[in-house]
């Protein structure tokens, strides 16, 4: 198995090639020097000095003002992973929890943070391991760090709390002391500092804006051959595609989606076919404006996610070469509050877009049958599917609302002001599911309608597609329980590359 050495920089790509080929992971010798360099110098500092130093030596938000006695360092970081551990609502998918281990080594790497270098090698054996603690939705404000999330990531470090156990092919939680026995791991003890640098921190946030951005990437991408193939299964012109038009508005985005659409179309026998009609709907004709402008916000987002990743987020924080140690907000979750937001705003226009175009294709126009169905009446053919994307699009725009200009107090006031981005992570997360789910529903029908086009055919490109496609989900000719058909479809692009 390959090893991928954690050091300056993770990039998405490395991501995501981590992940994909099951990569284990290390430190780097200069990120060990750095640890253990931060770690001798907090130590000398104690040992040096009785000053009171937030987290440290005194309590933990409103308790700022309590003095903790050298005797109780150990035990108050201890108690703080415990006390803090308060999640609850539904567990996070293990892919997130996994990219969670993955950004809090990365950033106690750097070297300002001041844990053991123990500590980090333990996080390392449970990502390498695959011993994914059990993590939960709710409980993070998004401010002073994903407390109560990453309280239970790091409490299987103290031989406590839970994790994920593979049995019989079904996973179930199971007390991590369980776990850290059958892999001859014993329990971390904790010193002075490593509880608060443990649960200070956004990757909780950061966790989930990785994989939707990965996700929205990919989804944007099959996004441009589904729409294509609705292009050809309504009959439409290609002149909204054609380069003049972009170049003098040139977004990237939307230059970028027209020579998409462009390319996908290439040599269709469809497309070549002279139009009757002057102008088709929005749902078509603005593909590239609308597509391109969400594939901007997904690029904006994955700048400032990939400068997240990349951040030292704990708090206080320690600089060995400058003898400082610094109280700030650096836990605060704005940026990644904002930004998830708006990628959820970006995903949920893609998905209002495709549901426009599914009923544009069932509507009985341009040749097609009503409901794309033969002996429409006695069958109804695809006319609930449209329903189903109505509805999902509709609850999207819900989770559209924003997290992020939201704020209660907490703590008696000493976390005055926090950013809720926690609750914008797992919302985006849901609107990205949500628009697979279109897009399948799109793919259903766009291929069915394709099939009363016939004999005449579209790119060879999305025919490839199509044949593809029918090895899972066959032309629909009578009525029959649709909802397995969308369930296979949405199979379908889990399983799919980018390109067919």
């Not at 640890?35 to 308790?63: H, M, S, V």
């Not at 443990?198 to 989804?219: E, H, P, Y």
């Not at 600089?319 to 708006?342: C, M």
């Not at 703590?411 to 609107?431: I, L, P, R, W």
């Amino acid at each position: 198995m390959s090893i991928y050495e954690i050091h300056h920089q993770l990039s998405f790509h490395d991501i995501e090639h981590i992940i994909k080929e099951k990569k284990s992971i290390r430190l780097s010798q200069d990120s060990i020097h750095r640890i253990n360099a931060c770690r001798n110098y907090l130590d000398d500092k104690l040992a040096k000095n009785q000053e009171p130093i937030y987290g440290i030596n005194t309590g933990f938000g409103a308790l700022h003002h309590t003095k903790i006695g050298n005797n109780d360092l150990e035990l108050l970081q201890k108690n703080l992973l415990l006390s803090h551990a308060c999640g609850t609502g539904d567990t996070v998918p293990r892919e997130v929890v996994k990219l969670m281990l993955l950004l809090k080594i990365q950033s106690l790497a750097y070297g300002h943070s001041a844990v053991q270098l123990q500590t980090v090698e333990r996080l390392i054996d449970f990502f390498n391991l695959d011993i994914l603690p059990v993590v939960y939705e709710q409980g993070s404000l998004g401010a002073s760090g994903d407390l109560a999330p990453l309280a239970h990531l790091c409490l299987p470090l103290l031989g406590a709390g839970e994790v994920w156990d593979e049995q019989q092919g079904e996973w179930k939680k199971v007390a991590a002391e369980i776990l850290l026995k059958r892999h001859q791991l014993s329990p971390v003890a904790l010193k002075s500092k490593e509880g608060l640098a443990l649960i200070n921190g956004t990757q909780f946030m950061s966790a989930f804006a990785v994989w939707c951005v990965m996700r929205a990437n990919k989804l944007a991408t099959f996004a441009d051959k589904i729409a294509a193939l609705s292009v050809d299964a309504f009959d439409c012109r290609l002149d909204p595609f054609h380069p003049a038009l972009h170049l003098i508005r040139h977004h990237k985005g939307q230059v970028h989606t027209a020579q998409e659409i462009l390319a996908c179309l290439q040599d269709s026998e469809i497309a070549a076919t002279e139009k009757t009609q002057v102008q088709d709907p929005y749902a078509f004709r603005c593909i590239p404006q609308v597509h391109g402008a969400s594939k901007d916000t997904i690029a904006f987002a994955q700048q400032v996610v990939h400068t997240e990743i990349n951040s030292v987020t704990d708090n206080p924080n320690v600089f060995p070469e400058h003898d400082l140690i610094l109280s700030g907000g650096n836990f605060h979750g704005q940026p990644l509050a904002l930004i998830l937001d708006y990628l959820a705003i970006a995903c949920a226009e893609l998905g209002s877009i495709s549901e426009r175009r599914t009923y544009q294709l069932i509507s009985g126009q341009r040749g097609l049958p009503p409901f794309l169905v033969s002996n429409p009446g006695l069958n109804s053919g695809l006319m609930i599917p449209q329903y189903t994307a109505a509805s999902i699009v509709s609850q999207n725009k819900q989770f559209c609302t924003p997290a992020s200009v939201d704020s209660i107090v907490s703590s008696n006031g000493q976390e005055d002001h926090v950013s809720m981005g926690a609750n914008a992570a797992t919302k985006c997360y849901k609107v990205i599911n949500n628009l697979q789910r279109i897009l399948a529903i799109e793919l259903l029908n766009a291929s069915q309608a394709l099939e009363f086009r016939r004999p005449k055919k579209t790119s060879p490109h999305l025919e490839k597609l199509i044949a593809n496609y029918r090895e899972k989900v066959p032309f629909i000719t009578d009525d029959r329980a649709l909802y397995m058909d969308i369930e296979q479809s949405v199979e379908f692009l889990n399983r799919c590359s980018v390109i067919w």
